[in-house]
């Protein structure tokens, strides 16, 4: 698959369970990040993914900083 429209539906393009769990654990390997796959799985569009992921990697860099501003974690 070469390109995916962000809009479209991880379940409508083949997508199940078992890969909306890995997506998961991807995203923790690669980015450091926790995104159940519930929350995958409960809004299955691409973007919704994406979003999620860019939130909870907004979450851990703000965290990050407030440790580094302060020398103890928040």
Same mark, same amino acid.
């Given at each position: 698959?070469?390109?995916v429209d962000t809009d479209g539906d991880f379940f409508g393009l083949g997508?199940?369970?078992?890969q909306a769990i $890995?997506?998961?654990?991807?995203?923790a $390997? =690669?980015?450091g990040v926790?995104?159940?796959?519930a929350e995958l799985i409960f809004d299955s569009r691409f973007s919704s993914m994406v979003e999620?992921?860019?939130a909870a990697l907004h979450q851990? =860099? &703000?965290?990050e900083l407030a440790t580094t501003s302060t020398? &103890? =974690?928040v």
């Open positions: 698959m070469d390109s997508g199940h369970s078992l $890995r997506v998961s654990m991807l995203a $390997r =690669e980015f926790d995104v159940p796959a999620r992921i860019q851990v =860099e &703000t965290a020398g &103890t =974690e």
